[in-house]
């Protein structure tokens, strides 16, 4: 059956209960379809590979806050694409506005396509709206992964780990419990810091700066 957007629970009925019970406090929508496993003891709430989205429009769930956001199709499978090409300051940004999480588990996988002033992007989460939220993102122009925080649009570095820039698939993870911030790039934790800016549950989303265009898929949430 199509679904513009899976979403998925663990298959266990006791556990899968108590994670939407978990989930209704602290979401505004999560409708459970199917049970699943995301690697050792991930048990995935949402995820979204945009398979069953319209090419050319933006996937069914996301607001393109800032930036061109357009379902694309590399090769058999589709993906989010952020096209734009802006300057230098630009941050764009499509946010997730259905749900509000506090402390998340985020996975995607990246691709940086094009972008002569910035290239690639990240993960976004806690956001109360365009301009305040957490950020994390691998560019490989800079040969570096980085997270920060963008508060009243102001953006700033907390950590940097120094990686090889491609343009392969990359996967990014981050992860925030409390005030506890880990990030990972191909499964490596390369960042943790600690902030509390952003205390309370916030939307999630993806990112990429200026003229970074690339492909985003298989977004995932898990708790
Ligand atoms: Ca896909």
Redesign the pocket.
Known sequence: MPMRCRFLIVASRRTGLALLIGAMLTATVVVPIRGTRLGAGLAAIAVW???ADEPGKIAKGFSAEVGTWVVAK?GG???LFQTAKNEDAVFNLALVRSIAYQDVDLTVRLKAIAGEVDRGGGLVWRAKDKHNYYICRYNPLEDNFRVYKVENGKRTQFASAKVPGDEAWHALRATMSGNKIACYLDDKKLLEVEDSTFPGPGMIGLWSKADAQSYF??LSISK
């Open positions: 590979d945009f398979e590399d499978n589709q993906v898929d298989d």
